[in-house]
């Protein structure tokens, strides 16, 4: 897929090897709650998303049953909003940040200050979303597995791309096709890993100076890093020439 940038090549292996579970299990625990508060443990709904990924990520199932009490209880006050903020990193590179927050002021101040930092600017609402479009992903374990058969399956479900990304075949959707996808895997008892909404654009930006493509993953690894971003997307582009200096 032509949008599917070198951040989400970069984040998907770094996600592989990040050790501070603690920040992704807080990441997991409020798209759990928030799921849960907005919808109830429905079978075929966000929830069920959110309890695909904690268990793709490893969280322990006790982790995952108190988050849902929590959720399901009159006495839980914390409110989050989910908000999103849009702008440019250095060389023009799009960029747009999901939050989860339960106060927005706090967080609003904190990714201007990543973005002013690292030589970005902060947008105004849409204006970078037009150049992203919603696709559902899903993610698939190849251990043991045929490649060239799941690659069919995929394809024969309705998927737009399949991309291998080390040991995983990585399935892209229209939006509209995501859920009828996941059920044709889940019926042939195909175990999905993780199973998400993105967002992709098929405009990148070809960034040629090594500098400034250090100062973007250093912008993006500031806004991953930070406790009420939930996810980030970007349009940027480089050789595996800069990858390997990186």
């Not at 996808?181 to 967002?199: S, W």
Request: hydrophobic letters at 40%.
């Amino acid at each position: 897929m032509a949008g599917h940038s070198k951040w989400a090549n970069i984040k998907h292996k770094k996600g592989k090897q990040d050790a501070k579970r603690a920040k992704i299990f807080t990441k997991i625990g409020k798209e759990i709650m928030v799921s849960v508060k907005l919808g109830g443990i429905d079978p075929e709904g966000n929830s069920k998303l959110a309890l695909q990924n904690a268990r793709a990520n490893n969280m322990p199932n006790d982790n995952i049953k108190r988050l849902i009490q929590r959720a399901s209880g009159e006495d839980n006050s914390t409110q989050y909003e989910e908000l999103v903020y849009e702008g440019y990193g250095i060389g023009g590179a799009a960029v747009i940040v999901d939050v989860m927050t339960d106060n927005r002021n706090r967080t609003a101040g904190e990714i201007r200050h990543i973005f002013d930092k690292c030589g970005g600017n902060l947008g105004e609402t849409g204006s970078v979303a037009w150049l992203f479009e919603r696709k559902g992903q899903l993610t698939i374990t190849l251990e043991n597995q045929d490649e060239d058969f799941l690659t069919l399956e995929a394809i024969e479900a309705g998927a737009e791309d399949v991309v291998v990304e080390g040991d995983e075949l990585i399935i892209f959707t229209a939006m509209e096709d995501f859920d009828k996808v996941r059920k044709i895997f889940e019926d042939k008892n195909i175990a999905i890993g993780q199973a998400m909404l993105t967002k992709i654009s098929e405009n990148t930006i070809e960034i040629t100076d090594i500098e400034q493509a250090k100062q973007l993953i250093k912008m993006m690894d500031l806004l991953e890093d930070n406790d009420d971003v939930q996810d980030t997307y970007s349009n940027f582009d480089f050789s595996e020439e800069i990858m390997w200096q990186l």
